[in-house]
């Protein structure tokens, strides 16, 4: 899934004290290229965590904010999306056999430090629209408007194709 690690998102939980603590990241472009097949090619986004340290577990609660250059659906030109979006994660010390979820993670209990990375790169990406457009259509660029207008109001051809036109006589005897 990484190409190649770059930038890693962690943090050491062996030396925190139970409570309530605080993490800042920032990720940009270079983030994201290091994972094959990434949607998101520019981006720059700031996440807080609020990690709470259980006796036996790990609350985060994640609040990401940032934009991401995309290009739009309708007219390939590029544009800028303000995004932000707030994820919860449990971790749990166990073996790895337990079936994770999307917000359960379980870790091993000889761990001391907890690798955000994927789990990052994950949120950032659902944070994505699933249509990228811009908000008004007098936005996009004309001359892509005018030749998807051109393209979806042509006239159809009267001219039938003489295979189909003796299908529908048959069509109608069948009647």
């Known amino acids: 899934m990484m190409k190649k690690e770059k930038q890693k998102l962690i943090i050491p939980f062996i030396g925190l004290k139970p409570g309530l603590h605080r993490f800042e990241f920032e990720i940009d ?3 994201f290229e290091q ?6 090619k520019e981006g720059d986004f700031k996440i807080k965590v609020d990690f709470e340290k259980k006796k036996n577990l790990f609350n985060l609660n994640f609040k990401i904010k940032g934009k991401i250059t995309a290009s739009c659906d309708r007219c390939v030109e590029p544009l800028t999306l303000k995004v932000k979006g ?3 994660l449990i971790v749990k010390f166990g073996e790895t056999t337990f079936n994770e979820t999307d917000e359960i993670k379980v870790i091993s209990p000889a761990e001391y430090e907890l690798d ?3 789990d990052i790169y994950q949120y950032a990406h659902l944070l994505m629209p ?3 457009t811009h908000e008004k259509k007098k936005d996009c660029n004309p001359e892509i408007i005018e030749q998807l207008y ?3 109001t042509k006239q159809e051809s009267k001219k039938v ?3 189909w036109a003796a299908l529908s006589k048959l069509k109608d005897k069948s009647e």
Not at 35 to 40: G, H, K, L, T
Request: aromatic share 12%.
């Open 161 to 163: 194709d003489p295979r």
């Open 86 to 88: 707030e994820e919860s």
């Open 130 to 132: 699933t249509k990228v």
């Open 116 to 118: 955000l990375t994927n």
């Open 29 to 31: 472009s270079t983030f």
């Open 35 to 40: 994972f094959d097949y990434s949607i998101i």
């Open 150 to 152: 051109k393209l979806t």
